[in-house]
């Protein structure tokens, strides 16, 4: 097994070897991410490989020839003594450092909710337009003046149907520096919190016994911990605000992350203004505003009369209002992440990732209430929506470590970035106590390159009722998951009822990697559990501590039969499209450097690209076109896995689909991939082929691999819905972002097939 970290045995000559070899790849790491050099000298200095590749030079890596022994196969890299054979580009890197600390000796915290504001709260006020209004540039970014709002401006960008669904609620956030929350707001009691003080401050450590964060090694909403969440409920348009108060010094990163945002809300479906683009990002010390109307898929033209009561959404006094669309659309499980161009991975795996629940008639959040709609799910009864005593958002992923405890990351890992320590809702492997009766939890992989397989460690069963931001047609029981690939959201139900007061189950990970490509093997229960595994994320990671019986009786149900799927037999598929995911692309478009896409050229050479119906490989440019579906429209599109060894999970912008085949077969299509999904697994060697629809809104979406390594080189494309009326031009010009302003240029170059 080749190791990204090297193993807790290694000698201490090793590990100071890669100690030194990680100090010398963080200069040369820092001065990539901010811009002072680029790919392309890092090639003509001999210190990246013209496939994009770190080079196997003694001094930035420890498996060299030079150092150990035998070249490896096609890299020049050996592994460690003992092992096979390195074929990805390990880094070598000594395990991160955990300072005397055991699993599961703190408390799990439950996300930070954020807070309600009225939209006259919010000055400026909101406006369809962005808001040019002029102020001072910080020197650092060119001085001079620009606007207050980094949105791009005109009607072009405008809020779509901004007076149709005018806010209702705001959300005023920042994207700041790591510091110590003061204001935690969890929305539950603190016995449903594992006993936390939410009155107490929360440094911004990943476990108590962990060092704090220097400001600038973690960005994260308001700049603290634990993940921060959003209520929303159909029917009520939301306004997020958000503010970017990272440094105006690029280099002020501690090593890695870009202090230019994109806010995307993972899926929502709404217009592309609102979308995150990956070229539509703004600046220190300017906000931009996103509008999310919430509204149900097909509002035009399906239940327009809104009378259908499944459509629908809490009236806050134990009703109901009805709500236009497609009742099978209605959506529960969001994200909302950073997207800028080329530092996704960089930016998100800094802490640029919180969770967006949505609540409807369906998915109330209540339990108690029996309307004949409500399906029930475990939640709460104090409020009329939104109740999370037993409804619990976690985020999973992995993070490293340098010697003095401060995130690390390794951004030349091309196939993948992987951490070593498992953490949850930002916690490393904490315990979290439960009441003897059923929980929801809604479950996000927000690594960069990990998939997870999870169960628990006896081995009893759990409840999935919901893939990506869907609860599914059909519930499905199963004892270990699917693998949860990076984006995708699972929701469990699991029944605590069956164990005693004292007990403790264990949440066990048994997708075992060697490098970022894909999980190597998946292990038994037992084999995870008797640590059979070089990998140090599988294994044990989130304790669950059955300490009570509940105080009120467990109202809550899990329905066999949840959200069946929409019906598409009426609306035939106007195209078909093929997009092939791999790697040996090229960039056909003029590439000064790395650095000037930042001031106008959007386009990033990279190992990873995608091939648009029968086109060729190509790396990724937010100017290019590949596809441009008619609004109104159905598309049956197939999604192909261009070989090599790896699983890209793809996610498409804007709506669900829905998986027609796998491998070209519906019998491939397992139950937990029988709704409607966001992201798609391409297995290696595989293919998806889905079909979705183009509907209510217009604008410029994206396509991508959400192994956001994969996303940043260059594995993206662009489409757009530009044909369904003012104010829309087709083609759509690309925006071009600067501290001064956005400037708009026609699209660099459009796939022959894409209209």
Known sequence: MSYIYLPKDASKARQREAENARKNRAEIMKALSTGKVSRRELVKWGLFTSAGALAPIHGLNPFVGKSYGQS???????????????????????????????????????FDVGKRLAVSALTPAPQAEANQTQQPVDPALGGGTGPIEGRPPGPIWA?????????????????????????????????????IDPTQPIPLKFHPGFPTQDPNSVWTFNGTIPPYLVLGKYGEPILLRHHNKLPADVNANNGFGRHTISTHEHNGHHG??????????????????????????????????ATDPRASSPNGSGGLNNVPGDWRETMSTHWFHDHMFSFTSQNVYKGNAAMFNIYSGLDRGNEAINDGVNLRLPSGTAKDFG??????????????????????????????????????????????????RKYRFRILNASVSRFFKYG?????????????????????????????GIAERYDWVIDFSRYSIGDKVWMVNVAEHKDGKKPNKDLTLAQALAGKSADPCVGKFLEFRIVRNPATPDLSQVPNQLIPNPDLSNTPAARQRTFIFGSGASQPL???????????????PGQWGVATDGGKMQNASFGRISAAPSFGSREVWTLVNGGGGWDHPIHIHFEEGQILARNGSAANVPAWEQGRKDVYRLRPGGSVTLTMQFRDWGGMFMEHCHNTVHEDNAM???????????????????PIPTPQGVGFVPPDDIAPTAF
């Open 387 to 436: 109740n999370l005593e037993y409804d619990v958002n976690l985020m999973f992923n992995e993070k490293a470590f340098d010697p003095s405890g401060q995130l690390f990351m390794d951004i030349f890992q091309f196939d993948g970035f992987l951490g070593d320590l498992m953490c949850v809702n930002l916690t490393y492997k904490p315990f979290f106590e439960v009441e003897r």
């Open 272 to 305: 592309a203004e609102n979308d995150g683009f990956t070229g539509a990002f703004f600046f220190p010390n300017q906000f931009y505003d996103y509008h999310w109307p919430i509204v149900l898929a097909g509002r035009d033209t399906v239940n327009t009369g």
């Open 716 to 734: 993206l494309v662009r489409w757009e819905i530009d044909n369904g009326g003012a104010p829309f031009l087709r083609p759509l010009p690309t």
């Open 456 to 484: 628990l460690s006896d081995g009893s069963p759990m409840i999935q009722i919901a893939n990506d931001g869907n609860l599914l047609p059909v519930v499905v029981p199963q004892a270990i998951s699917d693998e949860q």
């Open 590 to 604: 003029p590439q000064p450097d790395d650095a000037a896409f930042f001031t106008g050229a959007g386009n990033q």
């Open 72 to 110: 490896g196969s096609g890299n020049g890299i050996t592994a460690p003594p003992g092992q096979a054979n390195a074929t990805g580009v390990p880094t070598g890197t000594p395990p991160s450092p955990t300072f005397g600390v055991q699993p599961f000796s703190t408390p799990m915290p439950r």
């Open 159 to 195: 809020h779509q149907k901004f007076n149709q669904f005018p806010p209702q609620v705001a959300y005023d956030v920042s994207q700041a520096q790591a510091t110590t929350n003061t204001t935690y707001n969890p929305q539950v009691a603190s016995q449903f919190n594992s006993g």
